[in-house]
T-cell receptor, first 112, second 110 residues
Framework: SQTIHQWPATLVQPVGSPLSLECTVE??????LYWYRQAAGRGLQLLFY??????ISSEVPQNLSASRPQDRQFILSSKKLLLSDSGFYLC???????????FGPGTRLTVT | AQSVSQHNHHVILSEAASLELGCNYS??????LFWYVQYPGQHLQLLLK??????LVKGIKGFEAEFIKSKFSFNLRKPSVQWSDTAEYFC????????FGAGTTVTVRA
């Protein structure tokens, strides 16, 4: 069966520090991969999605970037964190674009 | 991108009461529709989905949803809730990307 992992589960970082959040999927090949940010009372906002290695689409201009160095690995990064980057970050995968998405456990990021 | 509206921010019910959560999206065209649920301490998971066909879809745990194309709505229902239905519920609409509503917190009192 397929599983999705995210780490770390929680992270506290100072303003201006770099960020790297990792997501890996097991049990499937060539998944579509997604990064979301969830803000309280505002649902989930799509940040990036990827249909294949090295293929990244950005939905929201911001201080973050994403990379997909391997088929089942998706990384969310920042060179310098802002206070506004605090939030709950979710990774998800799907077999097909438009199909149901399967979500990871999330990373709670607090920028201080 | 779609704008997805969920009518209620927080709903409080007693066990055995009926539940209906409203969801509307902003414009027509071909869309896929979803309800996701997040139980306390658990991952976000799929409750049910609509791609095409019968507009009344059934999901897990006795939930169902009705797609009304003319109203751009996809409302979620359950005839009799249980304490274990306490969770946050998200409506989502996919046209070229998946757009989520703000979520409804449902609290079921025993």
């Amino acid at each position: 069966s397929q599983t999705i992992h995210q780490w770390p589960a929680t992270l506290v970082q100072p303003v201006g520090s770099p960020l790297s959040l990792e997501c890996t999927v097991e049990g499937t090949s060539n998944p579509n991969l997604y990064w979301y940010r969830q803000a309280a009372g505002r649902g989930l906002q799509l940040l990036f999605y990827s249909v294949g290695i090295g293929q990244i689409s950005s939905e929201v201009p911001q201080n973050l970037s994403a990379s997909r160095p391997q088929d089942r690995q998706f990384i969310l990064s920042s060179k310098k964190l802002l206070l506004s980057d605090s939030g709950f970050y979710l990774c998800a995968w799907s077999v097909l674009p438009g199909g149901e998405q399967y979500f990871g456990p999330g990373t709670r990021l607090t920028v201080t | 991108a779609q704008s997805v509206s969920q009518h209620n921010h927080h709903v409080i019910l007693s066990e055995a009461a009926s539940l209906e959560l409203g969801c509307n999206y902003s414009y027509g065209g071909t869309v896929n529709l979803f309800w996701y649920v997040q139980y306390p301490g658990q991952h976000l998971q799929l409750l049910l989905k609509y791609f095409s066909g019968d507009p009344l879809v059934k999901g897990i745990k006795g939930f169902e949803a009705e797609f009304i194309k003319s109203k751009f709505s996809f409302n979620l229902r359950k005839p009799s809730v249980q304490w274990s239905d306490t969770a946050e519920y998200f409506c989502a609409v996919h046209d070229y990307k998946l757009s989520f509503g703000a979520g409804t917190t449902v609290t079921v009192r025993a």
